[in-house]
């Protein structure tokens, strides 16, 4: 199990991936963490989350965009941050579309690190 003593603000990214989503189910709870969405991802992936306040704490943006990443670091101010978002497809998706991932996922790490 997880465990968190902090008080400051934790932003996950990524929290609709694979590694992503254990950590809402884990921290679901907690009021200190926000947690960031695919812009792309329909809500409805987490709705069966029960007694999760959605409210200020689940955001979408395009981390992709500098602006809206800038954005979004001035409003929550978070304290702590677990990165994983990333653009991820299938093996034949990866493939077709290397250049793709590769540009997107490096927009993505940059605008996050700056």
């Known amino acids: 199990m997880l465990t968190w ?3 400051e603000k934790l932003l996950i990214t990524g929290a609709s991936g694979m590694v ?3 950590f809402l189910e884990e921290f679901k709870n907690n009021k200190h963490v926000c947690f960031l969405m695919s ?3 329909d809500k409805s992936l987490v709705v069966d989350y029960h007694n999760f306040d959605y ?3 689940l955001w979408r943006v395009d981390l992709r965009d500098s602006k809206s990443t800038k954005e979004l670091f001035m409003c929550l101010k978070p304290f702590y941050v677990i990165h994983l978002a990333a653009k991820v497809g299938g093996l034949k998706s990866n493939i077709d579309n290397s250049g793709l991932f590769y540009h997107d996922n490096i927009m993505i790490n940059t605008n996050v690190l700056e």
Request: aromatic share 0%; proline share 0%; no cysteine.
């Open 20 to 22: 992503g989503s254990v």
């Open 5 to 7: 003593d902090n008080k």
């Open 55 to 57: 409210s200020n704490r």
């Open 39 to 41: 812009k792309e991802t």
